[in-house]
């Protein structure tokens, strides 16, 4: 039996199975008191039909089978059209059906959302502004978009094939990333390029997937914005100094030509001259800030108990009082001077917004797990906007540096920690939230 095909057992299984009635009937005929012709036309009557309905049976078994095979076959060839015929009713043979016509349709479904996506992959690898290769593990190029025909000047054709080293991209297989580094490619010549690599699979073959962003051109724009934007704040500056005492030195050079002169020449000659050396002394310091935070050291970290911090600052400045709200005690490493001064330019900030109110101040800290968030509330007027806070030289204060909230920033994020400056939500009033790491980043 295990050596026959499936569809010859069915028929030897039919055949076995009508074979006692016909040996019954065979027994019966034997014993009919009937001609021996009869008998025998008779049996070989009945030996035909046994024959015809153990055939007939494996056709019906064997045929719906035969059609299952042929739609998975289709399936299996990717042809989502070929449905089973659907029959009403519960029988075991009409739920295969239904099954095997909604697995046909999930398939079409998959299949199409699956060449939609496909579609949508190359399109976006064709439309986007950076260079992106596939490396097999012999560093063997295997796919690249247009960004990478350009940035190597060879059509993907002839690309395809070489290895990475022969297209001057061994670096990028090599090493940590992401990471800047400096390549000359033909296409482009000398730049800066990040580099980002990942390993995924493609029929099972491993590759590797580098992406090349260009970020000269990005840093050329945002130098050359720095640029304008301190030339800009330089010259109003030097220009706010050198107005008035352009004005003040025309207004005495006319004081020393008249004559007679007035008899108190002398006095409004010494009241020019301190507005001349008022105005010095303001470009000088102007100048002075700017080189103190152009030349910011980097942090020394040591141990630095945050309430012993807290209290210590707050003791510097009373012409507000100053509600210190108590946190749980925490030890972080840090530079302790330069958090002083951080500390000490939020509450100079806060006090001069609440004496505009005379509202009050308030300053704590709380407990983020590897991370402690200090804030500085005020109940002052509040900020009118909050789009220029980080810029510097930017301030609405007549006597202010425009430098406070820079310094402030570029210290909490040499410590690896960020800060940010808002209104306050639950009522008028403005809030700084200083966030910094428990242990000091090295590579912050």
Not at 234 to 262: D, F, M, Q, Y
Not at 271 to 285: E, H, I, K
Not at 376 to 390: A, C, K, M, Q
Not at 402 to 417: P, W
Request: glycine share 8%.
């Amino acid at each position: 039996m295990r050596r026959l095909a499936h569809e010859e057992r069915i028929l030897l299984l039919a055949l076995l199975a009508g074979l006692p009635a016909l040996v019954a009937v065979a027994v019966l005929l034997w014993n009919a008191p009937f001609s021996g012709l009869f008998k025998g036309t008779l049996f070989g009557l009945l030996l035909v039909v046994w024959v015809a309905a153990a055939r007939a049976a494996q056709v019906r078994v064997m045929r719906p089978l035969q059609v299952i095979a042929n739609i998975l076959a289709g399936l299996r060839e990717g042809h989502f059209t070929i449905r089973a015929r659907a029959e009403e009713g519960t029988d075991v043979l009409g739920a295969v059906r239904r099954e095997l016509n909604a697995l046909s349709e999930s398939l079409k479904e998959q299949r199409l959302g699956a060449l939609e996506a496909d579609a949508l992959l190359k399109r976006l690898m064709e439309e986007i502004d950076v260079a992106v290769f596939a490396f097999d593990p012999d560093g063997v190029l295997r796919v690249a978009n247009k960004a990478g025909e350009r940035l190597l000047a060879q059509p993907i054709e002839r690309l395809h094939g070489r290895t990475a080293a022969y297209l001057g991209l061994g670096v990028c297989l090599e090493g940590e990333t992401p990471r800047i580094i400096d390549l000359t490619l033909p296409g482009t010549g000398s730049g800066r390029w990040e580099i980002r690599r990942r390993r995924f699979r493609q029929g099972g073959l491993p590759l590797d997937l580098v992406v090349l962003a260009d970020i000269s051109r990005v840093l050329r724009s945002e130098e050359r914005q720095v640029w304008q934007r301190l030339v800009r704040v330089l010259s109003h500056e030097i220009n706010n100094s050198l107005a008035p005492i352009k004005s003040v030195a025309g207004t005495l050079i006319h004081l020393l030509e008249r004559t007679p002169r007035p008899a108190d020449y002398e006095e409004d000659l010494k009241s020019g001259l301190d507005v001349v050396a008022g105005r010095a002394d303001s470009l000088n310091r102007f100048m002075a800030s700017y080189a103190r935070l152009a030349k910011l050291p980097p942090p020394t970290p040591g141990p630095v108990n945050v309430a012993a911090w807290v209290s210590r600052v707050v003791l510097l400045d009373q012409r507000v009082p100053i509600r210190v709200v108590p946190g749980p005690e925490i030890t972080i490493q840090a530079d302790g001077d330069q958090l002083d001064q951080v500390l000490i330019n939020l509450l100079k900030n806060a006090i001069e917004a609440a004496l505009e109110t005379r509202g009050g101040v308030e300053v704590g800290w709380l407990d983020r797990g590897n991370e402690v968030e200090l804030f500085v509330r005020d109940e002052g007027p509040g900020l009118s906007t909050t789009t220029n806070l980080f810029v510097p030289f930017y301030t609405t204060k007549p006597s202010g540096s425009g430098i406070g909230l820079v310094f402030c920033r570029q210290v909490v994020e040499a410590h690896g920690g960020h800060l940010v400056v808002a209104n306050r939500t639950d009522r008028k009033g403005c809030e700084a939230r200083l966030t910094l790491p428990r242990a000091f980043a090295r590579d912050a």
